[in-house]
């Protein structure tokens, strides 16, 4: 069964500090992976987007990776803004492309404190 | 601007009744969707369509209803069939050839 599992569930760090956010996934073909950033009563807005042959990408202070043997990727956000307060969703395609097959975490949500 | 729009951002319902949210698009993109959050829960899919006039029930598609008249417009109505609809609901769409979805601001629906 295609599933996206994402660690920790909610996560709190104070302003300046760096996180990181895990994603596991059992997605078969695979497409890609997109982390999406969600603030709270909006809608989920692209932050990256990793394919079998990238290992690390980076968008301003995020920074994805992901390792293609292991189904995992992990996304690091540093030095932290209150700005970054919102839940990040893991998002994995399978080969396709259609967005039927559009696989997604429950997301992570991360506080920033002052 | 270029973007999709989802109306109402609140919207209450009374038990048994229908009502219809709304989806509009200005980006040209074929290819529209339909999905429902829950609190620790992913998004789930409700519906899309690929193309004017067409559409295809997603995994919980049930109690829902779309149409797709238009490219720009693809209103979902939830029904009184819909037995917990108190959700929020979220309309994306997405161009030909690429796996990014691109996402309203969503409706928060209550039943009261």
């Not at chain 1, 292991?70 to 803004?81: C, F, G, M, R, V």
């Amino acid at each position: 069964k295609n599933q996206v599992e994402q660690s920790p569930q909610s996560l709190i760090i104070l302003e300046g500090k760096n996180c990181t956010l895990q994603c596991n996934y059992t997605v078969s073909p695979f497409s890609n992976l997109r982390w999406y950033k969600q603030d709270t009563g909006r809608g989920p807005v692209s932050l990256t987007i990793m394919t079998f042959s990238e290992n690390t990408k980076s968008n301003g202070r995020y920074t994805a990776t992901l390792d293609a043997d292991t189904k995992q990727s992990s996304l690091h956000i540093t030095a932290s803004q209150l700005s970054d307060s919102a839940s990040y969703i893991c998002v994995v395609s399978a080969e396709g492309g259609a967005t039927n097959k559009l696989i997604f975490g429950t997301g992570t949500l991360l506080a920033v404190q002052p | 601007d270029g973007g999709i729009t989802q109306s109402p951002k609140y919207l209450f319902r009374k038990e048994g009744q229908n009502v219809t949210l709304s989806c509009e698009q200005n980006l040209n993109h074929d290819a529209m969707y339909w999905y429902r959050q829950d609190p620790g829960q992913g998004l789930r899919l409700i519906y899309y369509s690929q193309i004017v006039n067409d559409f295809q029930k997603g995994d919980i598609a049930e109690g829902y209803s779309v149409s797709r008249e238009k490219k720009e417009s693809f209103p979902l109505t939830v029904t009184s069939a819909q037995k917990n609809p108190t959700a929020f609901y979220l309309c994306a769409s997405k161009p030909d050839g690429r796996t990014e979805a691109f996402f309203g601001q969503g409706t928060r629906l209550t039943v009261v």
